[in-house]
């Protein structure tokens, strides 16, 4: 396991990548009515990307995913192919996941949006469960302590909604590469002794479902379901473990509020 420390230079470096990706979940957002397919919400990220940022779309063609962001409504847990059939409706859940690859280095970020005004309260608890987990998660974060924790805070507060957290998938370290060590996970798991270090960076995604924690994959090889057809909701940061503590390199205007400084 290779786990990278940044630099300075780095961190600015994947701070600039983190901002581009905030800037695509905020402009997208007027976009998220009833009625729109997830392939032109694509197709606006997209070009926004490549034509305004001036940078790229890290899931485009990763590993042959074949579009510029995931979008993924209700009980799809994540890596939903966006296509032009799949249309938004009133009562929706959808998250959306960006990442920019500028100069390369990566910022990867997801929130969830509700779509109409018709989301049901059960729903709505889900979507802000997921939220306030990463929060949770975010505010124990500093140098000295072990990886675990985070799963740990994740699963219990997740749990005492009487929510489940979604075991397959976790977060990753995150710089030059997409993908690095070490993995992030979710709930309370062996973390091979790894303690946080100030210069790592990482995000912190978790997916957390209504019904029963299980998923399976959809046979484009990509959408990941719930296995009961309940709903799933999914927040994601990256985060700079500081001398102090973290900082955030994906907050959003609307969030300032809700994390601890």
């Not at 978790?206 to 799933?232: A, C, E, F, L």
Request: glycine share 6%.
């Amino acid at each position: 396991m290779k786990i990278f420390i940044k630099n300075s230079k780095e961190i600015k470096k994947i701070y600039k990548s983190c901002q581009l990706a905030v800037e695509v979940l905020e402009m997208i957002k007027n976009y998220i009515i009833p009625g729109i397919s997830t392939e032109e919400i694509n197709n606006i990220c997209h070009n926004y990307i490549t034509n305004i940022q001036k940078a790229k779309s890290a899931t485009l063609g990763y590993k042959g995913f074949p579009k510029s962001v995931c979008i993924s409504i209700n009980d799809v847990v994540c890596h939903g192919i966006p296509n032009k059939k799949e249309i938004l409706k009133n009562g929706d859940i959808v998250n959306i996941d960006v990442t920019v690859l500028y100069k390369n280095y990566y910022g990867d970020t997801s929130k969830m949006f509700l779509v109409g005004n018709n989301v049901s309260k059960k729903s709505k608890l889900l979507c802000l469960t997921a939220q306030k987990s990463l929060y949770k998660a975010i505010n124990i974060l500093k140098p000295g302590i072990r990886l675990y924790k985070i799963g740990q805070t994740i699963q219990k507060y997740v749990e005492s909604k009487n929510f489940s957290v979604v075991r397959n998938y976790c977060g990753h370290g995150i710089g030059k590469n997409f993908h690095e060590d070490p993995q992030i996970l979710h709930y309370k798991s062996y973390d091979y002794g790894i303690i946080l270090k100030s210069g790592m960076i990482f995000t912190i995604e978790p997916m957390i479902n209504i019904g029963h924690h299980g998923v399976y994959v959809m046979n484009d090889n990509w959408t990941v379901k719930t296995i009961d057809k309940t709903n799933s909701a999914q927040y994601e940061h990256t985060v700079l473990i500081t001398d102090g503590g973290s900082k955030v390199l994906t907050i959003r205007k609307e969030e300032n509020i809700f994390i601890k400084k």
